[in-house]
């Protein structure tokens, strides 16, 4: 699953690390990130969610 680092954002008041690093942290402590990539202003994350973590993960709110 493709996650926006821009979107994450959004949602912190505080600066997130940088891509690279918030994809290290993630896959260290919850989940697996495959791909990091630049896509023009953003960059894109892709996710791996294992069934165990579906339900926490997929319950997220995409703001309009």
Known sequence: ???SY???QSYF???LPAPEKLA?????HSFEVEKVEKSGNDWLMDIVVTANRAADAFSHLIPP
């Not at 290290?24 to 260290?28: C, Y």
């Open 13 to 15: 008041k505080k600066k």
């Open 24 to 28: 290290e942290l993630l896959t260290m």
């Open 6 to 8: 821009n979107w994450l």
């Open 1 to 3: 699953m493709k996650f």
